[in-house]
């Protein structure tokens, strides 16, 4: 499996991605809204883009399928439960289904709601695996609820799939927005000098060169899976003094969550 990772230098900080077969160079592409550029890499590498998968159906991730589908004739593939919001969806996806590309390739679906109601990440069957998790999970942060998404079913998706995945798996988001996610961490666990040094190391990166965080190191400082720190819970406790001696984990997530809206 080829993954190329591509920044779209837009307002919105998205991240497309082409996952190739090395086989057959056929290709797939996951929410290309700068289409342009995934046809560009495309070409320059030799591949055939078969198919086009949405994580979910906000406009900077489908706003490229019109464009795709008209130069490639490929297949666009989402969520089911999308069918309504995605024009011209070709499959429909539900948990458990598999995703091949070329001979090699096999991607299994995840149903992950939260940031909206239809939304999947694909999980790579590979020795290290990848998780392309569009707008679920992101480096060190976790996606809004604003538009049709349940910050209950979003700590559902973490608790009972994301945490329970191997500690290697690559995470690939639909955005770039580590730095000030990593501002978030801080300022909810001050004293977590992982991120504290990660900071240091991300600051100014090149999106066209990002880090790729583990599951294992995003569980050291991503906020929304250290749902058990003393301090976090500490810090918690500041701004909301009605939170349980002992809060359980849902409750901490959800309390991140609204703070995580306004900071």
């Keep these: 499996m080829i993954v190329e990772q591509l920044w779209t230098a837009n307002p919105f900080r998205n991240f497309n991605y082409l996952i190739a077969c090395p086989d057959t160079g056929e290709a797939l592409a996951i929410d290309p809204l700068d289409h342009a550029k995934c046809l560009a890499a495309a070409k320059e590498k030799g591949w055939t883009v078969t198919q086009v998968l949405n994580t979910h159906h906000h406009m900077d991730h489908i706003g490229g399928n019109g464009p795709m589908k008209a130069a490639t004739g490929a297949t666009i593939l989402a969520h089911a439960g999308a069918s309504d919001r995605i024009k ?47 707008d679920t999970l992101f480096n060190a942060g976790a996606g809004n609820c604003h538009n049709g998404g349940h910050p209950a079913e979003l700590y559902e998706t973490f608790a009972g799939q994301l945490a329970k995945l191997p500690d290697a798996t690559l995470i690939y988001p639909g955005h770039d927005y580590i730095e000030n996610n990593l501002g978030f961490t801080l300022d909810r666990e001050p004293d977590n ?35 058990h720190s003393p301090t976090v819970i500490a810090k918690l406790r500041e701004r909301f003094d009605d939170l349980p001696d002992e809060p359980d984990a849902k409750t901490v997530f959800l309390k991140l969550r609204e703070l995580r809206n306004s900071w």
């Design 88 to 134: 011209d969806m070709d499959r429909g996806l539900s948990a458990g289904d598999v995703v091949k590309v070329g001979k090699s390739v096999e991607l299994e679906v995840l149903d992950t709601p939260g940031h909206t109601m239809s939304h999947v990440c694909l999980l790579s069957r590979t020795d290290t695996p990848a998780l392309f998790c569009g």
């Design 193 to 227: 000098a992982k991120a504290k040094a990660l900071m240091g190391d991300v600051d100014g990166q090149d999106p066209n060169d990002p880090l790729v965080t583990t599951l294992a190191l995003e569980k050291e400082i991503n906020t929304f899976f250290r749902l």
